[in-house]
């Protein structure tokens, strides 16, 4: 039986679905203001995995993702490059729908669009301020007022939420009021556009109802996105329930938190140029789900091998045969992930099957292609060891190339390194050379000196 870690309660829950073999979902989406970085790969990644769970186990899926194609970053962005709004939206949804093809990601059953939805954000504004759960402030924007909600705090521990109930400093914009030459849609309450907590709420129960079983993003939305949008919802619809809210970890860059503004965000679309995709899903499915992951330059080195391990494992075995063997290592496959997802347990699981068919093939036991089957039954259900075990191989080892993508996250330091490595030989600095050397034997380079230049390789 599957057990779901619930957010809202803070424990591991046993998964029963509203309706009885359907589940409906709802992920917060992407703002399309830029192209998607590997944060987003991880969270949608990991509901990816639930979803190709749910439905191995028989359930009908309607999956729910909203796209943000209209707030502040967009509008700033769009200015920047001197494009229209949906020019810059409109291209990078489609990146984004790309990339995430690419990463093998089954697509949700409906991506509704901010923008399509302002009418029906409108009417749910207009319910607020009857309720008086809303109200227009001195510069005419729209605020929900918390201390009308009395149960605000879902997500918090006790003693905080009094203090929060005391302060009017964490109302929310619901509609901001477009200053002159700003874009915006026409409202009762002049030109404006909505806040972003309440298009999930719009959308979420217009395209799901009321009841929802899971309703899923970063955890860095739990506050104040989640708490929001409970408040909303719960003020605008009766009964509204979500049963079950997951939350994923953070994805670090070298134990810092990625950002634009530190410049180490790394791009979906830079590890896609640099490998294969199961290998970027396995390292981001590589920590329990609710940790955070820390990417290092040498990271997806690491799952390489153990892709290239496993392939190997299935390489001259038939995968079209009926599997009776191999039971034990799928029970104990099933039980990992029942236990709240715990796909770096299920792992080891498909490593120790993968040891178990070498182990078969050296003993020249017909076994082999039955456990073979089964290994990739399993891995299947993760989206894994898809591709042909020759081509995979063939295919991979393309990869381990040269570093050519100078959008490559660690490329500008590798380069400068490199530089300050050839200025010393230049020099006949041979000491201070070889820590240069050293340095990039250390990040995992490989090098290779020719009479003109230096050739940089992934080792
Ligand atoms: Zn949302």
Redesign the pocket.
């Known amino acids: 039986m599957l057990k779901i870690f619930n957010s809202i309660k803070n424990k591991k829950e046993k998964f029963i679905s509203i309706k009885k073999k359907n589940v409906n979902i709802y992920v917060?989406?992407v703002t399309v203001y830029d192209l998607c970085h590997i944060g987003h790969g991880r969270t949608f990644v990991f509901f990816d995995i639930m979803i190709r769970y749910l439905i191995y186990f028989g359930y009908k899926i309607n999956y729910v993702r909203?796209i943000t194609d209209f707030d502040d970053k967009i509008i700033n962005k769009s200015n920047k490059k001197k494009i229209s709004i949906k020019n810059l939206t409109n291209s990078m949804i489609l990146k984004m729908k790309e990339d995430f093809n690419n990463l093998n990601l089954l697509k949700p059953n409906k991506e509704p669009l901010v923008t399509d939805n302002i009418q029906n954000i409108i009417e749910l504004i207009l319910k607020l301020l009857k309720n008086k759960n809303a109200y227009i402030n001195y510069k005419g924007d729209i605020l929900f007022s918390i201390k009308t909600y009395n149960n605000y705090g879902h997500f918090f521990k006790k003693n905080k939420i009094n203090i929060l109930k005391n302060s009017n400093k964490i109302d929310f914009v619901l509609w901001k009021k477009s200053k002159i030459n700003e874009p915006g849609w026409l409202s009762p309450w002049g030109i404006g556009r909505p806040g972003?907590?309440i298009?999930?709420s719009t959308i979420c129960n217009k395209y799901l109802g009321n009841k929802i079983d899971i309703h899923g993003?970063g955890q860095d939305?739990i506050f104040p996105?989640?708490e929001n949008?409970i408040a909303q919802s719960q003020c605008i619809f009766k009964n509204n329930k979500i049963n079950y809210w997951v939350h994923v970890g953070m994805l670090m860059i070298d134990n810092d938190k990625m950002s634009k503004s530190k410049n180490n965000d790394l791009k979906i679309r830079t590890l896609l140029n640099n490998y294969n995709n199961e290998i970027i899903r396995y390292f981001l499915l590589s920590r329990h789900y609710r940790k955070p992951l820390i990417y290092k330059i040498n990271s997806l080195n690491k799952y390489t091998n153990i892709l290239k391990f496993m392939y190997k494992s299935l390489q001259n075995t038939n995968p079209n045969i009926k599997i009776l063997l191999g039971n034990t290592f799928k029970n104990r496959f099933f039980e990992a992930i029942n236990d709240d997802f715990n796909i770096p347990e299920s792992f080891s699981v498909l490593l120790s099957l993968s040891k178990e068919i070498n182990n078969l093939k050296n003993k020249q036991s017909s076994k082999v292609h039955n456990f073979a089957a089964r290994l990739r039954q399993l891995a299947g259900i993760l989206g894994l060891l898809k591709n042909d075990p020759n081509d995979f191989l063939k295919k991979i080892n393309g990869y381990s190339s040269k570093i050519n993508d100078k959008n490559f996250f660690y490329y500008k330091y590798i380069d400068k390194i490199n530089k300050i490595r050839n200025y010393y030989r230049i020099n006949k600095k041979w000491k201070l050379a070889d820590k240069m050397r050293k340095k990039l034997n250390k990040l995992n380079i490989r090098i290779e000196d020719n009479i003109n230049n230096t050739n940089l390789y992934k080792k």
């Open positions: 917060c989406g909203n972003w907590h298009e999930c993003g939305l996105h989640h949008e």
